[in-house]
């Protein structure tokens, strides 16, 4: 069935460094992908998606472009922030219900 | 987007209990899914609610361990019965839009259950 694998965490970063979240997925037909991000003590809530093959998502600095040939949706941001310190889920509308299958979060901690 | 309500936001609960977490939602929406975040895993499937008739359950998740009711189309009720410590987890609904944007779904801030 449709799977999402995501770079294993916790990722510690300064302030200012590149980030890169490694995503890739297995699906039958084209699904649309998206990174949803759950700040401490809060719900999730959907950063950005991308619903065809090179299309890219931006949102708050972060991008993601949705490569079919590789079958990969990487998260990056070119300077993260401390505010930036968050669990980020890969995910893919592959379910026989129209729901979600996602990653298993990769958490990302930025030091001052 | 929506506003999508779910109570309690926390409990801890005795061994061999049941509860029942509610969700309510401030637009129409299409779908309800309730999934479980076990901690430091992803989220999980539990099943989706069907309006007026029973729920869909996904493989591992039985209607006797978790019954759901969907009485119209903005509300649902997650119940997770005879409660042991494995079921510690992260309860979270969430809806698809009437309308909404495809494939996005919008959640709930967690019910976060303890049980001992």
């Known amino acids: 069935g449709d799977s999402v694998t995501q770079m294993e965490g916790p990722v510690t970063l300064s302030e200012e460094a590149f980030l890169t979240i490694n995503c890739t997925y297995t699906a039958t037909g084209y699904p649309s992908l998206f990174w949803y991000v759950q700040y401490p003590g809060e719900g999730l809530q959907l950063l950005l998606k991308?619903?065809?093959?090179?299309d890219k998502g931006s949102n708050k600095g972060f991008e993601a472009t949705y490569r079919k040939e590789t079958t990969s949706f990487h998260l990056e941001k070119g300077s993260v922030q401390v505010s930036d310190s968050a669990v980020y889920f890969c995910a893919l509308s592959g379910g026989s219900q129209g729901n979600l299958i996602f990653g298993k979060g990769t958490k990302l901690s930025v030091k001052p | 987007s929506a506003v999508i309500s779910q109570k309690p936001s926390r409990d801890i609960c005795q061994r061999g209990t049941s509860l029942t977490i509610q969700c309510q939602v401030d637009s129409q929406v299409t779908m309800m899914f309730w999934y479980r975040q076990q901690p430091g895993q992803s989220l999980t499937l539990i099943a989706t609610a069907n309006q007026g008739s029973e729920a869909t359950y996904e493989s591992g998740f039985v209607i006797d361990k978790f019954p759901i009711s969907r009485p119209n189309l903005t509300f649902s009720t997650l119940t997770v019965s005879n409660m042991s410590p494995e079921d510690s987890s992260i309860y979270l609904c969430?809806?698809?839009?009437?309308?909404?944007?495809?494939?996005?779904?919008?959640f709930g801030e967690g019910s976060r259950l303890t049980v001992l």
């Open positions: 969430s809806v698809k839009l009437a309308g909404g944007p495809l494939g996005e779904l919008f």
């Open positions: 991308a619903t065809k093959a090179d």
